[in-house]
């Protein structure tokens, strides 16, 4: 299992466009592949022409299995949504034992072969979770001053 996460620290840089787009492609190429929101705003869903979705919520606050709380958008990939509510997921990460590892600890029991991870542009704990859980982080950008100081931050 690959678990790549997409971070920065500035908006409309592509952190959602990025994932959304590879995470297709792996799909197409017959790798199974879950892509997670982990941004309040639920635009992974909106990108793939869906509903937005308490995924997340459902996966860390109300202890359900991540097969029940995944919806399929593709052939091969899967979608772990978030909405508004995945801001009580971080009052939840907060208020937990271990908090930095509780996204591991979950996906690492998946069968996917690549996870994908949309970070909000945002340093919280659901951030730092998204970060411990990856393998790789991808930090897209444009060259702009102030999408070139996001990545002087995530760094």
Known sequence: MNIIAFANQEGGVGKTTSPVTLADGLARLGHKTLLVDLDPQGHVAIALGMEKTPGLYRLICLDER????????RPNL??????KRTEKVKRQITLSDF????LLDTLEKSSYEFILLDLAPSLDVLHINGLVASDWVI????LDALAVDGVKEIL
């Open 66 to 73: 991540l097969e029940k709380v995944v919806i399929a958008a």
């Open 78 to 83: 899967d979608i772990l949504g978030s909405d």
């Open 99 to 102: 908090r930095e590892s509780i």
């Open 139 to 142: 930090i897209p950008t444009r």
